[in-house]
């Protein structure tokens, strides 16, 4: 558990003749390093109408017996959960608990998992009051309301007991500056490594599996805000500002004047912004040519490169501009880029799935995520899944089993292409062998789809692999190949780069049977390298023959050198022999 603030508004307990109503604003993280944006939001927005605020983080990975006792030693009047994807189960089952241990306790739930809930909901959860979309300005009537022992008065975003969500409506905030500043006023946990931070809400596309669609008109909030707001936390050093934009760059100037301005202050943050790729022109790319290597990263949506599923899901999108911007993004090679694809959406085939896979990895970003779509509570393809055909699992998170175009078995293999994505290509310790696999297979999709029947054979996705075992796994399949050995040479290779490794212990993919001439040439190499080490450092190497990592050259010698400092790991370099 972490607590991130005590914020009393007006008298204490102690002293005053109507004791202050204690209110807990509390969330489930997935991991303990996730900060919450949104309660420090909402309490920076309740003020002093709404008596003392607590906020209190915890994760889905605590015994649930001792998440009761960490709240109940609050000792709140009021309890406010954050409700999502990942803590439905839990949160609903800790209010049931909660109201047995204190009947009084009053439990408010908000968040986009009970943001669309029918009048039932509440013969099942002994809630008393849902907030529904944007919770500033429900939550703070809400609390106003019981803090001065009235009535609950209805207002939109505000769903109380007999109440329909749709009845209830939403509560949107505008101007977006009216909302207090959570970082200027403390309530941002600021040692975690990164924050969450939001320049704006709603979004300029109309995706039909995103909740975002249902708010098509942007607010922003106003730049001196967002100035005011980066300058703190830039100047904290913030390891990793993390954009929740739905879509950052929707507005090309006031995009270039927040980039600018972090180029003038930043000292050490790096930011990660999601954004529309076919939406920067000329000005913004000139501009994003000048951000140091490592600063940004951009998180792209492409979702799909049917035309016919793009119609379908309310998509606009320039397929050409986006991968003309992103061809130009990679030859400059200064921001990270992080391109997503969703399988299972209405309309897709799993050939053009894969024509949509094979397109995008050929863009040669540096981390391409693929997903099952998710029917989301209240989105609009979760309204249409009938329509379409679309039948998902209904528990948390939601996701596709079954469509006209794909049954199950086909939708598992999507699955298990992208877990076989993300080992590989994505966590960038496979670099020589991926090259080899571009180079070997006229379609990569092909190299992933017959790994994925192999790996499913074998057992291999049953339980997690320790990287020894993924590198096992790969020697082992690529041996069942034609043309294998420049794959299981690169795969050597990387193995090498990965850690250091110890001669005569070396796997048995590398072919350490060096002849008398090319150990003299290693001893020798080994000598003018050790002359080069630095006082306090400490030099280790290993040497391997390999036959196809040469052009014209039969065999080649390789020497791994293994470079570290006390403390620090080892950095691996290579030499040609």
């Not at 994003?288 to 016919?308: A, D, H, N, R, Y």
């Not at 074998?458 to 790969?474: I, N, T, Y």
């Not at 023959?545 to 020497?559: C, E, G, H, M, N």
């Amino acid at each position: 558990m972490t607590t991130i603030a005590r914020i009393c508004f007006g008298p204490t307990r102690k002293c005053c003749i109507l004791a202050a109503m204690r209110t807990l604003l509390t969330t489930l993280h997935s991991k303990y390093i996730h900060p919450s944006l949104a309660l420090p939001c909402l309490a920076a927005y309740c003020g002093q109408e709404c008596g003392e605020l607590l906020i209190r983080e915890y994760t889905i990975h605590q015994p649930k017996e001792n998440l009761l006792a960490q709240i109940l030693a609050c000792e709140p009047d009021v309890i406010c959960f954050s409700v999502y994807i990942w803590n439905r189960t839990l949160s609903l089952e800790l209010v049931r608990a909660l109201k047995i241990a204190r009947p009084l306790l009053r439990i408010v739930l908000g968040g986009p998992e009970v943001s669309f809930e029918e009048a039932v909901f509440f013969d099942n959860c002994p809630a008393d009051a849902l907030i529904c979309g944007e919770g500033e300005i429900p939550l703070r009537q809400l609390l106003s309301d019981w803090q001065q022992n009235r009535q609950p008065a209805t207002c939109p975003g505000l769903q109380l007991p007999g109440m329909d969500a749709g009845a209830a409506g939403q509560s949107l905030l505008e101007p977006l500056d009216q909302l207090p500043s959570p970082f200027a006023a403390g309530l941002v946990d600021l040692h975690r490594g990164y924050v969450y931070y939001e320049s704006s809400r709603g979004c300029p596309y109309c995706c039909s599996f995103c909740m975002s669609s249902l708010e098509t008109r942007v607010r922003s909030f106003s730049l001196p805000r967002i100035r005011q707001d980066l300058a703190l936390l830039m100047g904290q050093g913030i390891a990793q500002i993390k954009f929740v934009d739905r879509t950052f760059n929707y507005h090309a100037e006031r995009t270039r004047e927040i980039i600018r301005y972090i180029l003038e202050l930043n000292r050490a943050s790096r930011f990660h912004f999601e954004i529309g790729a076919d939406l920067l022109d000329e000005e913004t790319l000139q501009l994003l040519e000048t951000v140091p290597p490592e600063m940004f990263q951009f998180e792209i949506g492409v979702q799909t490169t049917s035309q016919l599923t793009l119609e379908r899901i309310g998509r606009k999108t320039s397929l050409e501009k986006l991968e003309e911007n992103v061809r130009r993004l990679m030859r400059r090679g200064n921001i990270h880029l992080h391109l997503d694809l969703i399988a299972g959406l209405p309309g897709e085939t799993a050939q053009d799935f894969y024509e949509s896979f094979e397109r995008v990895f050929r863009l040669a970003p540096h981390h391409l995520q693929v997903e099952l779509v998710k029917l989301l509570p209240g989105s609009p393809l979760r309204k249409q899944a009938h329509e379409f055909g679309i039948h998902f699992d209904p528990a948390p998170p939601y996701t596709v089993l079954r469509t006209p175009d794909l049954e199950f078995n086909q939708l598992e293999e999507l699955r298990g292409v992208g877990r076989l994505l993300d080992q590989t290509s994505n966590s960038g310790r496979f670099a020589c062998f991926m090259r080899a696999v571009t180079e070997q297979f006229v379609a990569v999709v092909d190299f992933y789809r017959s790994l994925q029947a192999w790996w499913f054979e074998s057992g291999l996705f049953e339980e997690p692999l320790g990287l020894r075992q993924q590198f096992d796994a790969l020697y082992a399949f690529c041996g069942k190949l034609s043309q294998s050995l420049p794959l299981q040479e690169a795969l050597a290779r990387d193995f090498a780069r990965a850690g250091r490794v110890v001669p005569g212990r070396a796997p048995a993919f590398f072919d350490c049977d060096l002849l008398i001439a090319e150990q003299q040439q290693v001893k020798l190499r080994v000598k003018q390298e050790l002359a080069q080490v630095e006082p306090g450092e400490k030099l280790q190497h290993f040497a391997a023959a390999f036959k196809t990592l040469q052009p014209d050259i039969s065999r080649s010698i390789v020497l791994f050198f293994y470079r570290s400092r006390n403390g620090m790991s080892p950095v691996c370099y290579e030499v040609f022999l």
